[in-house]
């Protein structure tokens, strides 16, 4: 690697981490549920394990523990608290990511100006700045992934490659779900196009390309059949298809089906032969490119988000504006990738990222979540979106000023992207993801003189759960938050199938975000709670016990309805 490459890349990695740490100069902690990752992190770092019996929202995390167990081991080595470790630790390895991404196109593309655009793109790029800004285990499993598919590109040349990609898809398998699955996808991806765009050979490489997706197959199911049982019987199910088992089974026979296809694809000579791109067809491409891309922002404000209820306002676009000029460069540049050995690969990620993300919208928007495809569809892209803007500029033979001109305009895109990749919560249905100082101290109260079940949204829930110790209801009830019953001011409070159990609250908590959004279900918009219900509350039966101004808590006194 050449010096000059060397230091754009420290560069793009220092901002990159510079981006990721953002959120934390105007919030304590980042994160919905980072209140939850804190009681696992802390617990383990207390207790030297991971208690699997757990009452919190995620009730699958204690089951991923690959997370924690990076955590924990800083904290204890290192002697670091457990507070900034967790703040730090993960979104740094998140921004990093941008390493393997450098590595990943300069492997396939084979010049490092196309990689380091890539590197520099998916280090500003929204969907994967504000995922990975999180101390969270999709962070640190979007890492994984993509060293997985670095060293999986490597094994088709060098069968020592096999023992550290298995040591990492290891740690991928216990560490984030999502991310192990966008990688299988994109693995079968890739054997699959290859195999059917020129007849298959069956060399060595590819056999060894192919005995680690079965080991890598094999081993996500037994883990998320065989040990993480929550994982298996509440999540898997939430899909729009009966019975739930159908579309898991899909996967082995479509795989078996494509093998099919495969082995018959060697009866037909037919090679897929590109022509070299002109000018005008990578210029038209950008054109289309940008229009396809403007339709789906279209459609996040007219329709609502692909697998979610909740619809952008046009304002928020204007945050996506330097990134939405840079994606369609990746149009620019797709073609050019069929004259590189390995491009087929990123070719391939991107069809099955794309088939993936469609089958969510269509079949399960609550377990494959279509708009996080998003994250890794940005890795070919990237790619594509390095190539096509070079390629354009030596294409239309821009040189001296002209081309410097171009090249200092792309770096300013660049520099807005990372600035807008964090938006304010408008541009996510009014979610406010930050705790703020004022927030804890409602939760130590609450850790020292409550207990039972507190009512309370997502955010409060976590924050509550997490440095208080008491247990919360998530999203298990809303009719407190979000209507008022006339002569039922307990109306939601009883009975709350909260993750803890059925029980009755105890408390209510209710803060000056949760006033401007009701933050429950991570597919819906956060609500405003209406004046009346907000009043409801300085009424009998509740007795505020604590106000600290952002928040306050409401001890519920049971059977006084009227004064007490």
């Known amino acids: 690697m050449r010096k000059s490459t060397a230091l754009g890349l420290a560069a793009i990695a220092l901002g990159s981490i510079s981006v990721r740490l953002s959120p934390l100069w105007s919030f304590v902690y980042w994160g919905s549920d980072t209140g939850e990752y804190f009681s696992i992190f802390r617990t383990l770092v207390r207790t030297g394990h991971v208690s699997t019996p757990y009452y919190g929202w995620g009730i699958t995390y204690p089951y991923f523990p690959g997370m924690f167990f990076v955590q924990a081991g800083l904290a204890d080595l290192g002697g670091v608290d457990v507070s900034t470790v967790l703040n730090l630790l993960v979104p740094i390895l998140g921004a990093l990511a941008v390493g393997p991404m450098f590595l990943l196109a300069a492997r396939i593309v084979t010049e490092d100006r196309f990689a380091l655009f890539a590197a520099a793109l998916l280090a500003g790029a929204n969907p994967h700045v504000y995922t990975t800004s999180h101390a969270a285990p999709a962070t640190l499993g979007d890492l994984l992934a993509l060293t997985c598919l670095l060293l999986f590109l490597r094994l088709r040349a060098d069968r020592r490659a096999i023992i550290p990609l298995l040591l990492v898809s290891g740690s991928l398998v216990v560490t984030h779900h999502l991310s192990l699955y966008f990688l299988l996808v994109m693995i079968v991806g890739a054997i699959v196009v290859r195999g059917l765009a020129r007849p298959w050979q069956g060399g060595a490489g590819t056999r060894r390309e192919i005995a680690f997706a079965f080991v890598l197959a094999v081993g996500t199911f037994a883990f998320w059949f065989g040990y993480a049982t929550p994982f298996r019987d509440t999540i898997l199910p939430s ?106 690969d990123a070719s391939a990620w991107l069809i099955a990222l794309l088939l993936s993300a469609a ?89 020292e003189y409550a207990s039972g079940l507190v009512a309370t949204d997502h955010h409060g829930s976590s924050t509550v759960f997490g440095y208080g110790g008491i247990n919360a209801t998530w999203d298990r009830t809303r009719a407190p938050f979000l209507a008022n019953m006339p002569g039922d001011p307990l109306n939601g409070l009883a009975s709350i199938d909260s993750p803890s159990g059925v029980k009755n609250a105890t408390y209510v908590w209710i803060d000056r975000d949760m006033k401007a959004g009701v933050r429950l279900g991570p597919f819906e918009p956060a609500v405003p709670m209406p004046p009346d219900v907000v009043a409801k509350f300085d009424g009998s039966p509740f007795v505020k016990v604590f106000d600290n101004g952002y928040a306050q808590l409401y001890w519920i006194a049971w059977g006084c309805t009227t004064a007490c």
């Open 239 to 344: 899909v729009n298809i009966q019975p739930w088992w159908a579309l898991i089974l899909a996967f082995p026979v479509g795989v078996a089906i494509l093998a099919g296809i495969i082995f018959a694809r060697r009866r037909i000579p037919w090679r897929y032969r590109p022509r070299y791109p002109n000018l005008r067809r990578p210029a038209a491409a950008y054109v289309v490119g940008l229009a396809a891309i403007s339709v789906v922002g279209l459609v996040t404000v007219l329709v609502a988000v692909p697998g979610t209820t909740f619809q952008e306002s046009p304002s928020t676009l204007l945050f996506f504006v330097p990134l939405v000029a840079l994606l369609p460069f990746s149009a620019s540049g797709r073609k050019f990738l069929d004259f590189f050995r390995d491009g087929a």
């Open 359 to 447: 089958l969510g919208i269509v079949a399960a928007p609550q377990v494959l979540i279509p708009y996080r495809h998003m994250e890794y569809v940005l890795v070919p892209l990237a790619i594509f979106a390095g190539v096509g803007f070079f390629r354009l500029l030596d294409l239309a033979g821009l040189r001296g000023r002209s081309r410097s001109a171009a090249l200092a305009v792309c770096g300013l895109l660049l520099v807005g992207t990372a600035i807008t990749s964090i938006p304010p919560p408008s541009a996510f249905a009014g979610w406010h993801e930050g705790t703020v100082p004022q927030a804890l101290d409602p939760a130590y109260w609450a850790r």
